[in-house]
């Protein structure tokens, strides 16, 4: 199986190292020296990575036979792919790969049917579930255990517990309406209701 591991940025220096945009909860097993990556477009690779050291926060790496800027800069914007065994697991307890996530069934606690997950957002601050609902519209859940309670690989859903407003805002404003204009009802005209607003 093939996983995107990485982004080539821009050129760093002058003796070709480039910084890398990381898409995988793993650099130091993805993106360390000697690994040999697939790349895309695929006549840009293989690449083998000769030296990595994180700079100002960033990951910098220098491929084998990349030895100036102008080499470096013809590498921007390449996807660095890596094949990965199926059968492989994170080595943390909970932890997922994408692969693993994708296509998961997305349901509350009491079964309720949310979507399914068709792609994994990796924000700076926090993934994102991108689900897509059954008539079609998308959702993005945070990836945060305080609203995936479960992921269940066997059964292949993940189970949320959303806070109000996350998956259906219209539905909360809605029958929030509904109410007061139920209770305004029940008062003895619309200057009570008003006032108690």
């Given amino acids: 199986m093939q996983l995107v591991v990485a982004r080539i940025g821009r050129a760093h220096g002058i003796k070709g190292e480039v910084t890398v945009e990381v898409r995988t909860d793993e650099p130091e097993l993805r993106l360390g020296?000697?690994?040999?990556?697939?790349?895309?477009?695929a006549a840009a690779g293989p690449l083998?990575?000769?030296?990595?050291?994180?700079?100002?926060?960033?990951?910098?790496?220098?491929?084998?036979?990349?030895?100036?800027?102008?080499?470096?800069?013809?590498?921007r914007n390449i996807l660095?792919?890596?094949?990965?065994d199926p059968e492989e697991l994170p080595?943390?307890?909970?932890?997922?790969?994408?692969?693993?996530l994708m296509d998961l069934d997305v349901v509350l606690a009491d079964g309720t049917e949310i979507g399914r997950i068709t792609e994994i957002s990796h924000l700076p601050s926090q993934d994102l579930f991108i689900v897509e609902r059954p008539d079609g519209t998308?959702?993005?859940?945070?990836?945060v255990s305080a609203i995936v309670t479960e992921i269940d690989l066997e059964e292949q859903r993940a189970?949320?517990?959303?806070?109000?407003?996350?998956?259906?805002?219209?539905?909360?404003?809605a029958s929030s309406r509904e109410e007061s204009e139920e209770e305004s009802g029940e008062e003895s005209g619309e200057e009570s209701g008003k006032?108690?607003?």
């Fill in 33 to 41: 020296p000697g690994a040999v990556l697939l790349t895309d477009p």
């Fill in 138 to 143: 998308e959702l993005m859940i945070p990836f």
């Fill in 159 to 173: 189970v949320i517990d959303p806070p109000p407003g996350l998956i259906d805002d219209r539905a909360e404003i």
């Fill in 91 to 100: 080595e943390e307890e909970d932890e997922y790969y994408d692969h693993q």
């Fill in 195 to 197: 006032e108690e607003a």
């Fill in 80 to 84: 660095l792919i890596a094949e990965i």
């Fill in 48 to 75: 083998t990575i000769e030296t990595g050291r994180v700079h100002s926060g960033r990951l910098l790496l220098r491929f084998e036979g990349v030895r100036d800027r102008t080499a470096a800069e013809a590498l």
